[in-house]
T-cell receptor
């Protein structure tokens, strides 16, 4: 139990579906992250939110849409995905300010399969 | 580039010692992290080095040489539960984490 909870753990969707991934952290952290993890590839940072404000968007396609209603919750809305988007999507949180990035606490991920 | 290089896979024997190496670009460096990830689970923090030298934490130690752009994770008295992927990540000048692809460690009895 890392204090970061992701739902659903597994998701299968068609290319025309719309679904959302949810992340919740109970650690009092100010920063939350979405990462994509594909087999044998480095973790890819997708989005960063700091105090609910999006501070990073690493050229992610618009079919991925993040939402951060407060510093404890983070969503990733998915629509018209492609089969190559199949991956493990990891949420993480940390204490972060301009000169420091604390250790990341990860959720167990949402395994996404796009058919 | 921003590459982090670490071996794809390593095999070691229970009770032995293994060293997992990581090399990285030296410019814009603000620290080096190691994470452990068991199959199907979340990555968990192991260590953070920002100064040269060896940091010991029980059976695990992490070493850093900033001038050489080199780190290693040393695991002693290996146990079967140490079978996992070990992720090296560099904190860059913008305090962004740049990740390696991970080293899958297989422990054999």
């Amino acid at each position: 139990e890392t204090g970061v909870t992701q739902t659903p753990r597994h998701l299968v969707m068609g290319m025309t579906n719309k679904k959302s991934l949810k992340c919740e952290q109970h650690l009092g952290h100010n920063a939350m992250y979405w990462y994509k993890q594909s087999a044998k590839k480095p973790l890819e940072l997708m989005f960063v939110y700091n105090f609910k404000e999006q501070t990073e968007n690493n050229s992610v396609p618009s079919r991925f849409s993040p939402e951060c209603p407060n510093s404890s919750h983070l969503f990733l809305h998915l629509h018209t995905l492609q089969p190559e988007d199949s991956a493990l999507y990891l949420c993480a949180s940390s204490s972060r300010d301009r000169e420091y990035t604390g250790e990341l606490f990860f959720g167990e991920g949402s395994r996404l399969t796009v058919l | 580039g921003q590459n982090i290089d670490q071996p794809t896979e390593m095999t070691a024997t229970e009770g032995a010692i293994v060293q997992i190496n990581c090399t990285y670009q030296t410019s814009g460096f603000n620290g080096l992290f190691w994470y452990q990830q068991h199959a199907g689970e979340a990555p968990t923090f192991l260590s953070y080095n920002v100064l040269d030298g060896l940091e010991e934490k029980g059976r695990f130690s992490s070493f850093l040489s900033r001038s050489k752009g080199y780190s290693y994770l040393l695991l002693k008295e290996l146990q079967m539960k140490d079978s996992a992927s070990y992720l090296c990540a560099r904190l860059d000048s913008n305090y962004q984490l740049i990740w390696g692809a991970g080293t899958k460690l297989i422990i054999k009895p």
